[in-house]
Nanobody, 125 residues
Framework: VQLQASGGGLVQAGDSLRLSCAASGLTFDRHVMGWFRQGPGKYREFVAGISWSGGSPAYADSVKGRFTISRDNAKNAVYLQMDSLKPEDTAAYYC???????????????????WGQGTLVTVSS
């Protein structure tokens, strides 16, 4: 299984970024997918999760209303649209997959089996 995250960069507060995660080596449409982030000196935290079909996504309170998770099962890809970025959104962002056949969107990183390498997002004030 490979998860390749991309799209990070340096932006100013209020700007937008779209992260992408390309998946291979798994039956993509049978995996709950999630985005997590880890800022400097912080624990890895849940950002957003999405079910097999893309319905009923879940978000951390800190990003609700600003970030949107989506997926394209035909392209084996999951996305994170980040709008109204804040300096506190600065972190390495990781995409992750739960085990095949699991339907619940978890918020605990330990519940995700496969991880990408991370893409860095830096938001300047």
């Amino acid at each position: 299984v490979q998860l390749q995250a991309s799209g990070g960069g340096l932006v100013q507060a209020g700007d937008s970024l779209r992260l992408s995660c390309a998946a291979s080596g798994l039956t993509f449409d049978r995996h709950v997918m999630g985005w997590f982030r880890q800022g400097p000196g912080k624990y890895r935290e849940f950002v957003a999760g999405i079910s097999w079909s893309g319905g009923s996504p879940a978000y951390a309170d800190s990003v609700k209303g600003r970030f949107t998770i989506s997926r394209d099962n035909a392209k084996n890809a999951v996305y994170l649209q980040m709008d109204s970025l804040k300096p506190e959104d600065t972190a390495a962002y990781y995409c992750a997959a739960r085990g095949r056949g699991i339907t619940v969107i978890a918020r605990d990183p330990s519940q995700f089996r496969n991880w990408g390498q991370g893409t860095l997002v830096t938001v300047s004030s």
